[in-house]
């Protein structure tokens, strides 16, 4: 995933307008405590039904059901691991449970999904580690949509935003040119220079331009000449 399609927004998961929220369920996806409570009670019985029918779901997987009458279309009920010291997998467990429910929303072609804190709350799993672990998890997955961080603790939200915003200030865009790569100016402001032509400001959408880019460019017969920051 790209960083500017990822958010960390404080809202109530249960009113969310997306494809799909991730509840973090337990292993019989019956119904618990926590986030899990909440959106089974504003999804309706219905949701309870259709989680019966499911078989229980094993710790870092996910399983799918309508959303009923929750705003989003879909729930994602996915189980993560409770924290019992690190002994047992329980890092790579998590980052599963982040990349199945993300690989649910790949295959039905979903444009948004928002997560609920996983491993948090009654899991215990440490803040920190599981920021970590969650942003690692989406930003290396391959979905192109829009995704969600939905924190409902203070600490969580802190973590969740500091992160993110370490991201974005390491995150410098590079224009391949010719076989070379430029990096951008953190305003992420670039100018392509083109032979036999003006100067003209891109647009980051224009100017992120891989070798496939450069190559069809130079079959259309315009040679760049180098690219620099502003």
Known sequence: MRLENVFVRRADITTLAVDAVVNSANRSLLGGGGVDRAIHRAAGRELLWACADLGGCDVGKSKITPGFRLPAKFVVHTVAPAWTGGRRGEAELLASAYRSALDLALERDFHSIAFSMLSRGIHRYPAEAAAEIAWNAVLSHPFE???VFVPYADEDERLFTEIRARLAASSVPTV???????????????????????????????????????????????????????
Do not use: H, K, Q, T
């Open 145 to 147: 949509g829009v995704a």
């Open 176 to 230: 391949w040119c010719a076989g070379e790569s430029f990096r951008v100016n953190d305003a992420g402001a670039a100018r392509l220079r083109v032979l036999g032509r003006p100067e003209e400001p891109f647009e980051p959408a224009a100017w992120l331009i891989g070798p496939e880019g450069i190559r069809r460019l130079a079959g259309e017969g315009l040679a760049l000449a180098r690219s620099y920051a502003l």
